[in-house]
């Protein structure tokens, strides 16, 4: 039978930060709207509905000595040792990020040399022909690096691929915006070999869209709440019941049009592997994606969680829950081989992609 090039995870790690913020952590934040006033809530008020939407109880944050290029460093670290591969024989390193290496002392970002470059200089390889580049893509950029490096791998001119994602959210949020609570830092990466296959394996299809005409600005930088203090640096802001409508709009199409691509059963999809923003929104997509099958009993143990204990910590949420779910570390996740699972995204652009993955 004719064989083709298929592309399958062998191997993840990742960094989560030690520094761990609770929710109480702001309860002494002022908390701003965007007119600059105060909001007429309490912070317990503030926090108890923030829990109550996202789920989340506390998140980490980077260490002060380090910044990305550092943390996306020790997830590399911890694929490579997972699989005792050789560094030099890397094709190719992506590294999703969208801020660069913003230091704790100054809030600009930095991004040259490029992370990827950083990457691998810190990896020390020396093979000139390891291609190391960024991809800025909004919160779905790890998994739109994953969707670059399958085409390089199916095309036969790469046989191993480093992809990392990696974020300092907490660098870039406004102390004084309620979303700021959101988010979180920490790193994830895999490592992505060709193999031929008679059927089938790993990376079955995928799909990405970019909605740029009206919705660019749902996710932007900008000033802060509060412009005596921060009159001269910009800040990661969010139109938040927008971009809920928007997530709400297209992931769970976009999801049921990848699914047809591959020709999956949506019944024999064992996991969603979804970017975690917020848990209700989260909780709204899964249950559209059932209505679009015309299923009205939805099952809340096909979307593994990590908001909770590790917040939205941008590119680097599908790989460090990936390795989780890779190695164990999450309760009811295990995976077998030829079961399939769905990544899934959504983020600033607007940038949506999912991918389908059948286990080896």
Request: charged fraction near 25%; charge should be negative.
């Amino acid at each position: 039978m004719k064989t083709s090039f298929y592309s399958i995870i062998t191997g993840s790690g990742k960094y989560i930060p030690t520094k761990l913020v609770k929710n109480e952590n702001f309860l002494t934040h002022r908390f701003l709207n965007a007119s600059g006033e105060d909001f007429p809530k309490t912070n317990e008020e503030i926090i108890h509905k923030f829990k109550e939407i996202t789920e989340i109880e506390e998140r980490r944050y980077v260490e002060d000595e380090f910044v990305t290029s550092d943390i996306g460093y020790f997830a590399a670290l911890d694929a490579i040792e997972s699989t005792q591969c050789d560094k030099e024989t890397f094709d190719y390193i992506i590294v999703a990020h969208n801020f660069g290496d913003v230091k704790h002392s100054n809030p600009r970002t930095d991004m040259v040399p490029s992370i990827a470059a950083r990457i691998k200089h810190k990896l020390q390889i020396e093979n000139p022909f390891t291609v190391a580049y960024d991809v800025p893509f909004g919160c779905p950029g790890w998994l739109q690096a994953l969707i670059q490096a399958d085409y390089y791998l199916k095309s036969g001119d790469a046989k191993k691929i480093l992809v990392i994602g990696a974020e300092t959210l907490s660098r870039v949020s406004d102390p004084h915006d309620i979303d700021s609570m959101l988010y979180s830092d920490g790193a994830g990466a895999v490592i992505v070999e060709a193999v031929e296959s008679e059927t089938p394996v790993g990376i079955i299809t995928h799909l990405t869209r970019s909605d740029t005409l009206k919705h660019s600005g749902l996710l932007s930088m900008d000033a802060s709440f509060d412009k005596e203090v921060f009159s001269n640096d910009i800040f990661l802001k969010m139109n938040g019941r927008k971009l809920y409508e928007y997530a709400l709009n297209t992931v769970p199409q976009l999801v049921k049009d990848c699914i047809e691509k591959s020709q999956v059963v949506f019944t024999d999809i064992k996991k969603l592997i979804i970017h975690q923003a917020n848990a209700k929104m989260d909780y709204a997509i899964l249950e559209r994606l059932y209505r679009l099958y015309g299923l009205k009993e939805v099952s809340r143990d096909i979307m593994p969680m990590t908001i909770s204990f590790l917040g939205n910590n941008s590119v680097a949420t599908l790989p460090i829950l990936f390795d989780m779910m890779f190695k164990g570390d999450l309760a009811s996740t295990a995976m077998n081989s030829g079961e399939h699972l769905i990544f899934a995204s959504v983020g600033a652009g607007m940038n949506v992609n999912a991918v389908i993955y059948k286990m080896p």
